[in-house]
């Protein structure tokens, strides 16, 4: 095993002053086990971390690393820019280049407006969608998440169309009681809820490229039925792209499928590292916000000049490099040499573009109930060892893989190379 003294002690530090000596949950390794290796810095596609070991990073900060870490061009951009300031509480020219510029990629999008993170997006999207339509349920999936929002923080409730319950602390039945939850790819369930509440439903929100539990790659006609019930019965679809927009191509999911969404969701990469959602669609809808309109969402850091600066500088060397043919061309690489390397393993390797899913068993799964949990102990058991031969995957079996152009061939075989003889031992 490897020793990391300086992380076993920022950890220990960590622990007595941050609830579980992390800010982000899933950071303390719980579901793989063993302490987390303190991150020094980033370059590239690897991580370096407080006690100088190296590793290639599979996880990218669990999706905006696009380029990889501390691009020079992100970098100097970033530099430049705070070097005239970090925040003004005032419009900047950056905040309308990357307006125009998303706007300009993303047909559906006539109007974006820019938050924070990815959570705040989601939030003030369905805020949005209930002020637009004047109703107060919404409609979500088991196995897609959202970010940590009140209403969002549902899980199923027993038996079909019934109403959610809360899956957090803190957060009241009443809230989740607005929350309906679906399966994925099941139509029936979907419509049922129509039937029973249609004149009540807001919205409908689905990652289009569920990513959060596993990768759900859903059927096209099943994203299609969405669309199509939604418009039938008055209410929003939403795209919720805080993973897939921007990673999967010009447009996302949307583009991807052929398929209009009332509103969509940015997070992660369209950052470029720094603190970036946005969220956006048709003027109509959009201008239902403050000032404009009656539903009121805010940001004092919305909008930050330096993170503008970075995703902006992120989406140009990607348009620049021709970056998700390659990103394309790299996923498939890794896809191919996973395969080659796990041999006689049982395994199913899913991919969309440079989102890559590891999952120890045969049949590709479509909805959250059919992961089988040895499939995620295996990948779960797994972890530390493949850590500890200078590999950095996502710390949990649900959690996708990310390839960034930083990512070399070379790399990817010798990551597939120690994943498949990991596998191959247990
Ligand atoms: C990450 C994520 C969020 C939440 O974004 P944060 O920036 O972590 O708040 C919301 N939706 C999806 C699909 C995500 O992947």
């Given at each position: 095993?490897?020793?990391?003294p300086?992380?076993?002690k920022?950890?220990d530090?960590?622990?007595?002053?941050?609830?579980g000596?992390?800010?982000?949950?899933?950071?303390?390794?719980?579901?793989?086990?063993?302490?987390p290796?303190f991150?020094?810095?980033?370059l590239?596609?690897?991580l370096?971390?407080?006690?100088?070991?190296?590793?290639?990073?599979?996880?990218?900060?669990?999706?905006p690393?696009?380029?990889?870490h501390?691009?020079?061009?992100?970098l100097?951009?970033?530099?430049?820019?705070?070097?005239r300031?970090?925040?003004?509480?005032?419009t900047?020219?950056?905040?309308?280049?990357?307006?125009?510029?998303?706007t300009?990629?993303v047909g559906?999008l006539e109007k974006v407006?820019?938050v924070s993170?990815g959570?705040?997006a989601?939030?003030?999207?369905?805020?949005l969608?209930?002020?637009?339509?004047?109703r107060?349920k919404i409609?979500?999936?088991?196995?897609?998440y959202?970010?940590?929002?009140?209403?969002?923080?549902?899980?199923?409730?027993?038996?079909?169309?019934t109403?959610?319950?809360p899956?957090?602390?803190?957060v009241?039945?009443?809230?989740?009681?607005?929350?309906?939850?679906?399966?994925?790819?099941?139509q029936?369930?979907?419509e049922?809820?129509?039937?029973?509440?249609?004149d009540?439903?807001?919205?409908?929100?689905?990652?289009p490229?569920?990513?959060?539990n596993?990768?759900?790659?859903?059927?096209?006609?099943?994203?299609h039925f969405?669309?199509?019930?939604?418009?039938?019965?008055?209410?929003?679809?939403?795209?919720?792209?805080v993973?897939?927009?921007?990673?999967?191509g010009?447009?996302?999911a949307?583009?991807?499928?052929?398929?209009?969404?009332?509103?969509?969701?940015?997070g992660?990469?369209?950052g470029?590292?720094?603190?970036?959602?946005?969220?956006g669609g048709?003027?109509?809808?959009?201008d239902?916000?403050?000032p404009?309109g009656?539903?009121?969402?805010?940001?004092?850091?919305?909008?930050?000049?330096?993170?503008?600066a970075?995703?902006?500088a992120?989406?140009k060397v990607?348009?620049?490099e021709d970056?998700?043919?390659?990103l394309?061309?790299?996923?498939?690489?890794?896809?191919n040499?996973?395969?080659e390397?796990?041999?006689?393993?049982q395994?199913?390797?899913?991919?969309?573009?440079?989102?890559?899913?590891?999952?120890?068993?045969?049949?590709?799964?479509?909805?959250?109930?059919q992961?089988?949990?040895?499939?995620i102990?295996?990948?779960?058991?797994?972890?530390?060892a493949?850590?500890?031969?200078?590999?950095?995957?996502?710390?949990?079996?649900?959690?996708?893989?990310?390839?960034s152009?930083?990512?070399t061939?070379d790399?990817?075989?010798?990551?597939a190379?120690?994943?498949?003889?990991?596998?191959?031992?247990l």
């Amino acid at each position: 095993m490897t020793d990391r003294p300086h992380s076993d002690k920022l950890y220990d530090r960590a622990t007595r002053v941050i609830p579980g000596g992390v800010n982000s949950p899933v950071r303390a390794f719980g579901a793989v086990g063993g302490r987390p290796p303190f991150i020094d810095r980033g370059l590239g596609a690897e991580l370096i971390d407080s006690d100088g070991h190296r590793y290639i990073d599979f996880c990218c900060s669990w999706g905006p690393l696009i380029l990889g870490h501390a691009h020079p061009k992100v970098l100097k951009t970033i530099q430049a820019t705070a070097a005239r300031g970090c925040s003004f509480g005032a419009t900047t020219a950056l905040e309308v280049e990357l307006a125009e510029f998303v706007t300009g990629k993303v047909g559906p999008l006539e109007k974006v407006r820019f938050v924070s993170s990815g959570t705040e997006a989601v939030m003030s999207a369905v805020r949005l969608a209930r002020g637009f339509t004047g109703r107060d349920k919404i409609i979500k999936f088991n196995g897609c998440y959202h970010g940590h929002s009140d209403y969002l923080l549902v899980k199923a409730g027993s038996g079909l169309a019934t109403f959610g319950e809360p899956s957090s602390g803190g957060v009241p039945a009443s809230f989740a009681a607005e929350t309906l939850v679906a399966d994925l790819d099941d139509q029936e369930g979907v419509e049922k809820y129509f039937e029973k509440y249609g004149d009540d439903i807001a919205c409908v929100i689905i990652e289009p490229i569920p990513a959060n539990n596993g990768l759900l790659l859903q059927r096209p006609e099943f994203l299609h039925f969405l669309r199509e019930i939604t418009a039938k019965h008055g209410a929003l679809l939403i795209f919720d792209e805080v993973i897939s927009g921007f990673r999967v191509g010009w447009g996302g999911a949307a583009k991807l499928y052929g398929i209009t969404p009332d509103l969509m969701t940015f997070g992660k990469v369209i950052g470029g590292g720094m603190p970036v959602g946005g969220f956006g669609g048709r003027a109509e809808i959009m201008d239902k916000l403050a000032p404009m309109g009656t539903v009121y969402q805010a940001g004092t850091l919305s909008g930050n000049p330096v993170a503008m600066a970075a995703g902006l500088a992120t989406l140009k060397v990607l348009e620049k490099e021709d970056g998700y043919n390659r990103l394309e061309e790299l996923g498939a690489y890794f896809e191919n040499a996973l395969k080659e390397n796990l041999g006689e393993v049982q395994g199913t390797i899913v991919r969309q573009g440079s989102i890559i899913w590891l999952i120890y068993q045969k049949e590709m799964p479509r909805r959250a109930d059919q992961i089988e949990g040895a499939a995620i102990d295996l990948y779960n058991r797994h972890h530390r060892a493949i850590l500890d031969q200078g590999i950095y995957l996502p710390p949990s079996g649900y959690e996708v893989m990310f390839v960034s152009l930083a990512h070399t061939t070379d790399m990817l075989d010798r990551a597939a190379g120690i994943i498949g003889k990991t596998a191959q031992s247990l």
